[in-house]
């Protein structure tokens, strides 16, 4: 029987940190713990979770999978962008309330890499790419990444085959990943649906099975999460073009 974990759950910073006990032990998915926070702490935002990572000296990274979890691990809950209605495209509200708290709370800062980061805007028309886009394919194909990238999963591609080993990609490759797949997709469309981000997270990690996440929904959910990011910065990058 799995065991009682608690965590330590950040809402804007350290003066505001609750916390969280779950009786049944960590959850298997990211989908469950971020059910379990918005039920127990009433959060009627929409928000993406960071935890604190070890290796990385304490820093907040994205939480990708439960299995980075431990018992009394911090978290912390990241509101996402909301936009205003303002007649200014690239105004945003930025600091949603916490269900519960009196007074609102500063939105988290942004990673510097912006694979990881939330653009500042997304509410932005795109025309004239988008009127250049042709029609989405029958079968999304990966490209070719940089070099740097493509040596990379070449030998992870063959540790994975030979012992069944998920590559952790650098910060820079996973950049380069991502950036690669956006400029395939805006070849297309420069809104991709959410079931197209799957067709195409699903075919990387077809063509890249080293890339696949284990103990998570179909084994993409993260690169579906992260490129979901990189297409609303890479929209924003457009605009300002």
Request: hydrophobic residues 35%; proline residues 6%.
């Amino acid at each position: 029987m799995p065991g009682r974990v608690t965590f330590r759950v950040l809402f804007g910073g350290e003066g505001d940190a609750r916390k969280l006990i779950i009786e049944s032990g960590i959850p298997n998915t990211l989908d469950e713990f971020a059910l379990q926070i918005k039920n127990f702490f009433q959060v009627t935002e929409p928000f993406k979770l960071q935890f604190q990572d070890r290796e990385m000296n304490d820093q907040f990274m994205n939480l990708v999978s439960t299995s980075e979890l431990e018992d009394k691990a911090t978290v912390k809950v990241v509101y996402m962008p909301s936009e205003t209605t303002s007649s200014n495209p690239l105004t945003r509200d930025a600091r949603p309330t916490v269900p519960g708290t009196p007074s609102s709370v500063s939105s988290a800062s942004h990673d510097a890499n912006d694979s990881d980061s939330y653009s500042s805007s997304d509410t932005i028309i795109v025309s004239s790419p988008e009127t250049r886009c042709s029609s989405w394919p029958d079968l999304f194909v990966i490209p070719r990444f940089s070099y740097c990238a493509e040596m990379m999963l070449q030998t992870g591609n063959n540790e994975f085959n030979a012992r069944g080993t998920s590559l952790s990609p650098t910060r820079k490759v996973r950049s380069d990943i991502l950036e690669g797949l956006a400029e395939e997709i805006i070849k297309y469309t420069v809104y991709p649906k959410d079931d197209q981000l799957e067709e195409v997270v699903k075919a990387l990690v077809q063509s890249h099975p080293c890339l696949l996440e284990k103990g998570t929904r179909g084994g993409y959910c993260g690169w579906k999460h992260y490129l979901k990011i990189k297409m609303m910065n890479f929209r924003s990058k457009l605009s300002r073009a």
